[in-house]
């Protein structure tokens, strides 16, 4: 298949490298450095996990044009970052896109390419479940043995989803399909705006928070309120064991969370540059106009905006 990849930051790069080595012809859209370390040097990877590092030749494009057309578009990258880009892939003649990242308002940009769009378009969203940082030539990916991807539509099956399913036969790739991802979405950021809030209340000392038993009381009693607000306007937490996590096995979620800050790969996940700070304040906003319209108390959330470290 012929794939375009738009976005090379972690999340775009180990998706390139999982669709290369399924025998796609694949093409990544970049600018300025990364690009060109793409063009001399290929998609270099460090798998952090698996202690070994991978190359893979991709072809290389710094600007979408309306009449390159692609069998599958994946748009990978942070959510304030999409709006920039729906005029382009509007633009663009390919009709499959895959929205891929964080994201608050997918509806209004499925609306957007629906009408916006000179042929018909066939969208959905998706969320990668790895982690990562960049460094100069490379990208450093913590996975799984093998990588996964939630993905779906907007409240109906894909019809399309052949085509997805296709791009990764002959990969070890797992696709695990969700028939609403405007809620597995809310329920993420949901969750990942209170753990971010950690590392902010220690100045990223994140060994220092680990031992603090009235934050991350405090995190997960806001993660159940946000859990709350969704299900007041009338959404399903997704997937369902996230607030049976929070409320049945909340014991379990505290010694897990301890775990995680005080290990190399869970300050990694939890560090406050996992998610950048402009990503964090973008969903911080749209999280506020749901507990406005939801209209119920959040005394967790609001102890945690304005919670720093004993001296």
């Not at 976005?7 to 012809?25: C, D």
């Not at 014991?251 to 540059?273: C, E, H, N, Q």
Request: with cysteine.
């Amino acid at each position: 298949m012929n794939i375009l990849v738009y976005g090379a930051g972690v999340f775009g790069s180990y998706l390139a490298h999982e669709l290369v080595r399924g025998g796609n012809n694949v093409t990544i859209l970049a600018r300025g450095r990364r690009a060109d370390e793409l063009q001399k040097n290929g998609n270099v990877i460090r798998h952090y996990f698996q202690l070994r590092t991978t190359v893979d030749k991709v072809n290389v494009i710094r600007e979408l044009k309306p009449e390159d057309v692609y069998d599958l578009i994946f748009v990978v990258m942070k959510y304030p970052d999409f709006q920039a880009v729906l005029p382009v892939l509007a633009e663009n003649h390919s009709r499959h896109v895959v929205i891929m990242g964080n994201n608050a308002s997918p509806f209004e940009m499925q609306d957007y390419l629906h009408a916006n769009s000179p042929v018909e378009k066939k969208v959905a969203f998706a969320f990668q479940t790895i982690a990562g940082w960049r460094e100069t030539g490379r990208v450093i990916c913590l996975h799984g043995p093998t990588g996964q991807m939630i993905i779906g539509g907007l409240g109906e099956n894909l019809s399309w989803h052949s085509i997805i399913d296709q791009a990764f036969v002959k990969t070890k790739y797992k696709l695990t399909y969700y028939i609403n991802m405007d809620e597995w979405l809310k329920s993420h950021f949901v969750m990942i705006l209170p753990l971010n809030l950690i590392a902010a209340s220690y100045d990223g000392n994140l060994r220092k928070a680990a031992k603090d038993k009235k934050l991350l009381n405090h995190v997960i009693d806001a993660i159940d309120e946000g859990h709350q607000v969704l299900e007041k306007l009338g959404y399903t937490v997704t997937p369902a064991s996230q607030a049976q996590l929070v409320r049945n096995k909340r014991k379990m979620f505290y010694i897990l969370l301890r775990i995680m800050l005080a290990t190399p790969v869970g300050r990694i996940i939890l560090s406050d540059k996992a998610v950048s700070a402009n990503e964090m304040s973008a969903l911080y906003q749209a999280f506020i106009i749901l507990k406005k319209n939801a209209n119920i108390p959040t005394h967790h959330w609001d102890k945690l905006e304005n919670y720093s470290s004993p001296q």
